[in-house]
């Protein structure tokens, strides 16, 4: 088996890598970082979106598996101390791969059009003053969106900033994208839902630049920022991640886990 370990970069993440290497030789994996099957990342949330920016190229050969060295994550699933375990089962077992959909938009300026895709969300925000978009879905004009910026989020980013913004949770066995509004002016030239709204994968929806305007536009932790954005296309990306599971994960347990305070009264 071809792997490749991606460390948050923290004293401990670093340590674990070491003995991931270590293990993972005695039970004679290979170290390949051009082109590994599986991609582990030991760290956090975090760490998986930078493995998965890496490996992007390779998406639909590679799987992922996440250790985290922190707290419980919705992207890895192994704690530090099941190491061995993991080690054990990556070479003893199949697992079961498990697919989640990918966000995608075509970024169109003057000069010409750009696609990008996400894990978890894209955002799209005015750097000098608030935004000011059309939003159509397709191809019809739903609302004019004046305000601080717009959310566009996978099934499985809506765990992250989406739920900051009273997103919906939404499971990722469903494809789909979800546009969450952050901080909308409503009056009467600026009228938006003021919920967020979630799209099918056979829809898509246009963000449409109203004004000579800066924008940061983030895709999962990278950002661009660009005075010449004259629309941002979305949809659900041909594309899919995959996840290594060696034993279940289930989604909503580690949404209880992550949000509700599980303690037992006596
Ligand atoms: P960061 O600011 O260091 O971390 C943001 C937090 O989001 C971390 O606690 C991270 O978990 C967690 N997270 C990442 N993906 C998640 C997911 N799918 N479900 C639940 N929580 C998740 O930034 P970063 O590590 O570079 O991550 C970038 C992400 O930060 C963005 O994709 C965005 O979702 C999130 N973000 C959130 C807000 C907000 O909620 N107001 C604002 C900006 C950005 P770990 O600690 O396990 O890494």
Redesign the pocket.
Known sequence: MNYVVLSRGDKYSNELTEKFHLLAAERGFTRNDKEPDIVVSI???????HAFHTYLERVDEVAFVGI?T??L????DWKADELEELIRMMAETRPRIVRYPLAEILLETPEGVTGYIS???F?LKGVDGTLVVQVNINDEQLETFRGDGLVI?TP??????????NGAVIHPSIPSIQLAEIASINNRVYRTLGTSIILPQHHHCDIISKKDQRLLL?I??LSIQRNDIRSIRCSVAPRKISFARYRPFPFWNRVRD?FIDYTELD
């Open positions: 760290g956090g949330d975090g760490t998986m979106l985290h922190g707290h994550g919705f992207y890895a894990l978890n969300e955002t989020s499985s980013g809506s765990t992250a900033y989406n739920k900051s913004l983030t999962d932790h992550a």
